[in-house]
């Protein structure tokens, strides 16, 4: 059973960092496809950043050159840096897996993700 544990949201100032955790269990796939997602209150969920088996990042416009996904293989550990955070990055954060070697030509399509974590919560105040 694939299990997803997220963790690593608090709360920060605008223009502060955070390093978000995906600890991934289960899995059958070495390297398999795996993407943040965020879902800010009355807003639908969007796809944050997605990486595939052989180190291929994509990232929404909004987030690109603030944050950078990565992964521990050994530690089978995702992971998502988060700077110069802003308002309205204010969200709960899910990590997604699926069970792929690559992301698909629309990677940050959660539908295509069959897995997720519980979420955890990024608050940005000014």
């Known amino acids: 059973e694939v299990q997803l544990v997220e963790s690593g949201g608090s709360s920060v100032q605008a223009g502060g960092s955070l390093r978000l955790s995906c600890a991934a269990s289960g899995y059958t796939i070495s390297r398999p496809c795996m993407a943040w997602f965020r879902q800010a209150p009355g807003k639908e969920r969007e796809g944050v950043a997605v990486?595939?088996?052989?180190?291929?990042?994509a990232y929404a416009d909004s987030v690109k050159g603030r944050f950078t996904i990565s992964r521990d293989i050994v530690k089978n550990t995702l992971f998502l840096r988060m700077n110069s955070l802003k308002p309205e990055d204010t969200a709960m954060y899910s990590c997604?897996?699926?069970?792929?070697?690559?992301?698909?030509?629309?990677?940050?399509?959660?539908?295509?993700?069959?897995?997720w974590g519980q979420g955890t919560q990024v608050t940005a105040s000014s």
């Open positions: 990486i595939d088996a052989d180190g291929t990042t």
């Open positions: 997604a897996l699926r069970e792929s070697l690559y992301c698909g030509v629309r990677p940050l399509n959660g539908a295509s993700f069959g897995y």
